[in-house]
């Protein structure tokens, strides 16, 4: 399977740093992309978001067996869990992707990252919602809620 990667990010105003990190691992028979967006309101939520991003694609290069949602479920909470004694305060968006074939993937998302199709001409098709309290009464538009 061939794999490519673009990642794009932009820092964001409430911050001077970008808490924005991504990790990609492959192996025979799949690849695991993991993007992650540090929250503004915790002081190391940016650290969180690359301890979670470089645990995780460690983990799944070194994993056995079938790797499911169920799988990847357990070990985000199994990292989180280990985590959170270091990051009371903090917390962190992510989207997980686990290509298991060129035609099958695997999507996993909390909070506002994104995952789109990209075309050249037509821009973005974004294929995810964002988990926030804009959208949690009904289905809000990305345009829309990036403008509140």
Avoid at 57 to 76: H, K, M, N, P
Avoid at 110 to 130: F, H
Wanted: with cysteine; aromatic share 4%; hydrophobic share 40%.
């Amino acid at each position: 399977m061939v794999v490519s990667v673009r990642w794009i990010s932009q820092t964001g105003t409430k911050t001077k740093d970008n808490r924005d990190c991504a990790g990609v691992g492959i192996r025979k028979g799949g690849a695991l992309g993991v993007v992650l967006d540090g929250s503004t309101s915790g002081p190391d939520s940016g650290d969180l978001a690359r301890k979670i991003s470089r645990a995780l694609v460690d983990w799944y290069l070194s994993a056995e067996g079938e790797i499911t949602s169920e799988v990847l479920t357990a070990r985000i909470r199994e990292i989180h869990r280990a985590l959170s004694k270091e990051h009371r305060r903090d917390s962190a968006s992510y989207m997980i992707a686990h290509f298991r074939s060129r035609r099958e993937v695997v999507v996993l998302h909390a909070g506002d990252c994104l995952l789109g199709l990209n075309d050249d001409k037509a821009g973005i098709d974004w294929v995810s919602q964002p988990h926030t309290l804009a959208n949690v009464a009904g289905n809000v538009s990305i345009p829309d809620i990036v403008d509140v």
